[in-house]
């Protein structure tokens, strides 16, 4: 299928990093705000102001990619789109209300992606009554930055779905994986994996917080620490995660760590609250020195 024209539904941090990234491989993009949201169209505008900054595009790249998108509150404006991709709240019953009214609208042969960090592709799928045109395709925070997304492909996912999806996803300039729909897809698993080892670590003494994020950067040539990432994530988030992937699992590998659950219980999630694994209260990072771990 040739896709011309994409649209976007959901309008925040993930949905307005994919609209700038179709509008930038040059499709014509309607973003589907919820309730009037304009945050979406800030996000973008800064995001292109950088780029032109740092030179990477000019002002006029910027006017043409910000010309091929069009805002709407209207589901009926999806009638003629050849390719969806859902970046709303990761609540299930809110995207089924999504999927179910964009289903009575398109043209049969669209293609409904979803960019769901948790959420089972093959679950999603039964809430249109076209399983063989819906996948997962999973972007990464933040989105413009971010070179790979999953592509994720449910029970009933045609071949020729995974395809179309590929080649639009290609053509934002972004690398694909292939992964199977299960809980975590591949990133997140690993990713939680290294973070939950890095959590015993601490608790059987191991190693400080600060050394453990150092071995990490410096020995394994990650940009941040397991620590420092979660705090950016924010620890609340990554509970969940893990709750999430204990339960599906049913794996103690995935049972969520003691001091992470009383941090967030004590109400320090990170960056976004002052604290998480390190004190960031006086603007910079630094290791704890109210708390013992
Ligand atoms: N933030 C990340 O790092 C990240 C990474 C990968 C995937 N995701 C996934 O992307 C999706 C969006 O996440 P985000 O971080 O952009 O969230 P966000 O909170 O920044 O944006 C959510 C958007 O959904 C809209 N919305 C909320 N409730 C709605 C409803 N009932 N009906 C329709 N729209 C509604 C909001 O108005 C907003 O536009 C989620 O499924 C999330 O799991 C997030």
Not at 14 to 22: K, S
Not at 93 to 110: H, Q, W, Y
Not at 165 to 173: G, N, Q
Not at 225 to 241: H, Q, T
Request: charged residues 30%; glycine residues 8%.
């Amino acid at each position: 299928m040739d896709v011309k024209k994409v649209m976007v539904v959901g309008s925040g941090t993930m949905g307005a990093g994919i609209v700038q990234v179709a509008a930038q491989a040059g499709y014509s993009v309607v973003m589907k705000l919820h309730q009037n949201m304009e945050r979406g169209m800030k996000i973008i505008n800064g995001s292109l102001d950088n780029q032109v900054k740092k030179e990477r595009i000019t002002a006029d790249d910027k006017n043409k990619i910000l010309s091929r998108i069009k805002l709407t509150t209207a589901w009926e404006d999806a009638a003629d789109v050849d390719f969806i991709i859902e970046s709303i709240a990761e609540n299930f019953d809110a995207k089924k209300e999504a999927f179910e009214k964009l289903d009575n609208i398109c043209r049969p042969e669209v293609i409904f992606a979803t960019n769901t960090s948790s959420i089972p592709i093959t679950k999603l799928a039964t809430t249109v009554k076209r399983p063989q045109n819906f996948i997962g395709t999973h972007f990464f925070n933040p989105v413009p930055a971010m070179r790979l997304v999953e592509i994720v492909r449910g029970l009933k996912t045609s071949m020729e779905t995974v395809l179309t999806a590929e080649k639009v996803i290609h053509s934002m300039k972004k690398d694909t994986v292939r992964v199977k729909d299960v809980p975590g897809f591949l990133v997140n698993r690993i990713n939680q994996a290294l973070r939950n080892e890095a959590y015993n670590c601490l608790t059987e003494g191991v190693a400080s917080v600060e050394d453990i994020d150092k071995a990490a950067r410096m020995a394994l040539g990650h940009p941040m620490g397991p620590f420092e990432v979660a705090d950016l994530v924010g620890l609340d988030i990554g509970l969940e995660v893990l709750r999430g992937l204990f339960e599906s699992y049913k794996d103690i590998k995935w049972r969520p760590n003691m001091i992470l659950e009383q941090l967030v219980e004590s109400g320090d999630l990170g960056k976004k609250s002052g604290r998480g694994w390190y004190d960031y209260s006086s603007g910079e990072k630094k290791p704890r020195s109210d708390v013992k771990f």
